[in-house]
T-cell receptor, first 114, second 114 residues
Framework: EAEVAQSPRYKITEKSQAVAFWCDPI?????LYWYRQILGQGPELLVQ????????DSQLPKDRFSAERLKGVDSTLKIQPAELGDSAMYLC????????????FGPGTRLTVL | GIQVEQSPPDLILQEGANSTLRCNFS?????LQWFHQNPWGQLINLFY???GTKQNGRLSATTVATERYSLLYISSSQTTDSGVYFC????????????????FGQGTILTVHP
């Protein structure tokens, strides 16, 4: 069964450092999402791509976060500089072209900022 | 934006017991999904159920879209059912479409004792 791939699974960094997360969606899925989940809460959307275009980044802290999906396939989420409050689980999901389809989630990257 | 409320927040069961988890949402939805988050943080799809009833083994779900709620039933619970259960919806905007952003509830923490 096809799955969403993410790496790394765990990342520990010091504040003010740069970090990057990678996501490879299910083959053929045009829509890709990055969510952030703080401990004890539900995930919240950071950014949504349709192919290579951003369709929703209203909750992305653009002063320090950036996301790209250059060829409309895999995606990278970057934080620079990392802050203590960025410690969270970063989840990637994908779905087929219609926004009404099931979203499938990857295993996530657990970030700890010291 | 759309609001999602889940109840109860915590549930403790003995193995073999049945349970019902509830999800209330504040507006019309295009998509509703139930997830189980395992101890490693991965979100496992249980159901895509914007309306109607579905069953998968010991799990079943019902969504009554006109009354804006969904129920997840777990029968004959097992210790492996422990974890956090999330309900998430894609709201329908004024134009009748949506961008696909899932809005999550706060989750129900289920603990099943042997």
């Amino acid at each position: 069964e096809a799955e969403v791939a993410q790496s790394p699974r765990y990342k520990i960094t010091e504040k003010s450092q740069a970090v990057a997360f990678w996501c490879d969606p299910i083959s053929g899925h045009a829509t890709l999402y990055w969510y952030r989940q703080i401990l004890g809460q539900g995930p919240e959307l950071l950014v949504q791509f349709q192919d290579e275009s951003v369709v929703d980044d209203s909750q992305l802290p653009k002063d320090r976060f950036s996301a790209e999906r250059l060829k409309g396939v895999d995606s990278t989420l970057k934080i620079q500089p990392a802050e203590l409050g960025d410690s969270a689980m970063y989840l990637c999901a994908s779905s087929s072209w219609t926004s009404r389809d099931t979203q499938y989630f990857g295993p996530g990257t657990r970030l700890t900022v010291l | 934006g759309i609001q999602v409320e889940q109840s109860p927040p915590d549930l403790i069961l003995q193995e073999g017991a049945n349970s019902t988890l509830r999800c209330n949402f504040s507006d019309s939805v295009n998509n509703l999904q139930w997830f189980h988050q395992n101890p490693w943080g991965q979100l496992i799809n249980l159901f895509y159920i914007p309306s109607g009833t579905k069953q998968n083994g010991r799990l079943s779900a019902t969504t009554v879209a006109t009354e804006r709620y969904s129920l997840l039933y777990i029968s004959s619970s097992q210790t492996t059912d422990s974890g956090v259960y999330f309900c998430a919806v894609v709201g329908r905007n004024a134009g009748g479409t949506s961008y696909g952003k899932l809005t999550f509830g706060q989750g129900t923490i289920l603990t099943v004792h042997p």
